[in-house]
Every structure is written in C-alpha cells, then in structure tokens.
C-alpha cells in the first residue's frame, strides 16, 4: 500500500486519525528533528527474525524505549533474535528501511508477521509511518489494533 492508498483504507474504515507530513526520516534521531504534535506518542519499530528464517516479528515501542531482544526473547519463548534484512522487510511487509509501521502488516497477505506492541500505548494515541517515512499518522491505538486483528494479523502486548 502507498501512503496514499494508506489513508484512503483508514478513511475507509472510518478511522480517525491526522497526518503530519515531514521530510524522510530514517532513525529516531532524525525523526526528532522534526516538529511533531505528538512527540510522546512516536513510535519506534524495530522488525526481527528467528535464526532459520521461519518466524518474524514486527516489535513497536514508545520513541525513548529501547528493546533488549535476549529479554523479549525469554518473555516471549522465541529462539534467538537478530535484525531483518532490507530483502526480509521487503518480501514481508512490502516496506524499505526507514518505513516500518504497523501499517505495513495490511501489505503481508500470508499474515506471516506477529506484532508486539508496547503496552505503555494502551488506551492513547500512537504515531506510525503510513507504509513512508516522509508522514506520521495519528490514531488511536484501539483503531490500529482493530485494523490488524481484522486483517489477521498476530497481535500481541508486549512489557517492554
């Protein structure tokens, strides 16, 4: 999905939500940089995958937070976690580097991803690239969640 594509299916579904167009941004340094509305509510994604390859996983956490992946590893009783490659994140969730978002998992059909989501987001507002990193959308996170539950995908709180 294009970013545009992105915000005809929200309003489709009518999910409210605002857009806040900004340069590419590509880390959370530079994301800083930029005046956001809601900059408590940013989110960061980090997108991993098992050592075979069989199982990955989109984990998203509040701007400042940090994911210790030995920890969420044991937490969660997956094997051993490492970073996707930009071909992992491509064939997935159809996105390169610098775009991940939960958005992204309306782009994996197979519903083959499993997304954690930080639960400091719980009953508030998140920000989340739509499939670009040149915007941020707002919603809510009970939007979001029921945007992906509908589509299938695997969604999970995670204590990060």
């Known amino acids: 999905m294009t970013k545009q594509e ?3 299916y929200l309003r489709a579904r009518g999910v409210a939500f605002e857009i806040t167009e900004h340069p590419a941004v590509f ?3 530079e994301c800083a940089a930029v005046d956001m509305p809601y900059p408590e509510d ?3 994604n980090i997108f991993v995958r098992d050592a075979k390859k069989q199982n990955y996983y989109l984990i998203t956490i509040r701007h400042d937070k940090r994911v210790d992946l030995k920890e969420f590893q044991r937490r969660h009783g997956t094997t051993r976690l490492s970073f996707a490659s930009p071909e992992d994140l491509m064939a997935r969730l159809h996105l390169a580097p610098g775009s991940v978002t939960p958005l992204g998992l309306l782009n994996d059909p197979d519903r083959s991803v499993q997304f954690y989501l930080d639960r400091d ?3 508030g507002r998140i920000g989340v690239h739509p499939n670009d990193n040149t915007a941020t959308v707002w919603l809510s996170t009970r939007d979001l969640l029921d945007l992906l539950r509908e589509h299938g995908s695997p969604v999970q709180w995670a204590e990060i």
């Open 6 to 8: 992105t915000y005809d």
């Open 27 to 29: 880390n959370m340094e």
């Open 42 to 44: 940013d989110a960061k």
């Open 121 to 123: 987001f719980e009953g």
